[in-house]
């Protein structure tokens, strides 16, 4: 489905004159971008003792685009313009073709990028992780969530976690992978829970349009989210006086948790759902406060860390 052109006078002209520079980085998924780029930057720095070369920063940024572009383009498809949406979900709707056409062309280069830099190690453990993208994007397009063992938010977030930690996978002996993989896991649950925060703000204009998430199949409180992100510090924060999981790393988690519960807190008492809106932006910028609580703190505790060594 293809969208027709907005009259300039309609709600959804009015939304899109609404719209920032940082709008603009969630529309286009550079935010998922930079949270790929910073932990994928933290796991390097923590398991391999160096940062990351250009071009497998180049191939997991490019991969992590070409995941959420898709994911949203396919959304898109089943979007419903007469009905309340998010201006994500217009965004894709309304640019599909170009954005069809960027898409191939970004593939094509990470293929390149790929078969020129990536070492054997990585190829395998690469291939591993696009496999399992393959088949999350054919199961999330289900229109009935309860057809699903797991919600799409978790599935995206321990996919997601997976993809980041790719080269230390690659470059660690198994013997030594134990703290990795307990790692991942942690990360993982933390990015999910990400997810299903941005799925409860958006759960009034997903439920309009049918799009399946965590929320559908019920009417959802905060519970979960706090639980979930209680329990994520707490195994955190054990792992971390034991030192199960490394110190640096379990520093980025926590710090990360606590802002993402901050922000979360603070939305309670300001965001509300808007349901009779046609199109919407994130109102408050939670969204994107979301991404930053997984983007700042790595990065302050990366710089930090570079200027105290």
């Not at 396919?74 to 201006?87: K, N, Q, V």
């Not at 993208?133 to 999330?140: A, G, K, N, P, T």
């Amino acid at each position: 489905m293809v969208a027709t052109p907005i009259p300039s006078d309609s709600p959804q002209a009015t939304a899109w004159s609404r719209t920032r520079v940082w709008h603009v980085v969630n529309l286009c998924s550079l935010d998922a971008v930079s949270v790929g780029l910073t932990w994928q930057l933290v796991f390097t720095l923590q398991f391999c003792g160096r940062v990351p070369q250009i071009a497998e920063s180049g191939i997991i940024g490019v991969t992590i685009w070409l995941a959420y572009t898709a994911d949203r383009i396919l959304d898109s498809r089943r979007l419903d313009p007469d009905l309340p949406h998010t201006l994500r979900h217009r965004f894709h709707c309304q640019f599909q073709r170009p954005l069809s056409c960027i898409w191939i062309i970004a593939f094509s280069v990470d293929v390149m990028l790929m078969t020129t830099f990536a070492t054997p190690a990585q190829i395998k453990w690469g291939l591993g992780c696009l496999l399992l993208v393959v088949v999350y994007l054919l199961r999330v397009q289900q229109r009935d969530a309860r057809k699903r063992r797991f919600p799409k938010e978790l599935q995206a977030g321990f996919l997601f976690g997976f993809g980041i930690s790719l080269i230390c996978w690659s470059e660690l002996p198994s013997s030594a992978r134990t703290p990795l993989m307990l790692s991942t896991v942690l990360t993982g649950l933390l990015f999910s829970i990400n997810c299903a925060t941005v799925a409860y703000w958006e759960r009034g204009l997903d439920a309009v349009q049918e799009f399946a998430s965590w929320t559908s199949p019920r009417s959802p409180t905060a519970t979960p989210i706090a639980l979930a992100l209680a329990i994520q510090v707490a195994v955190t924060a054990i792992l971390f006086v034991v030192e199960i999981i490394p110190l640096f790393l379990g520093c980025c988690l926590l710090s990360s948790s606590l802002l993402l519960g901050i922000i979360f807190v603070a939305s309670r008492w300001q965001r509300r759902c808007e349901p009779n809106t046609v199109v919407t932006v994130p109102p408050s910028g939670w969204e994107l406060l979301a991404d930053i609580s997984l983007i700042f703190p790595p990065t302050f505790i990366v710089i930090l860390t570079a200027f105290c060594n």
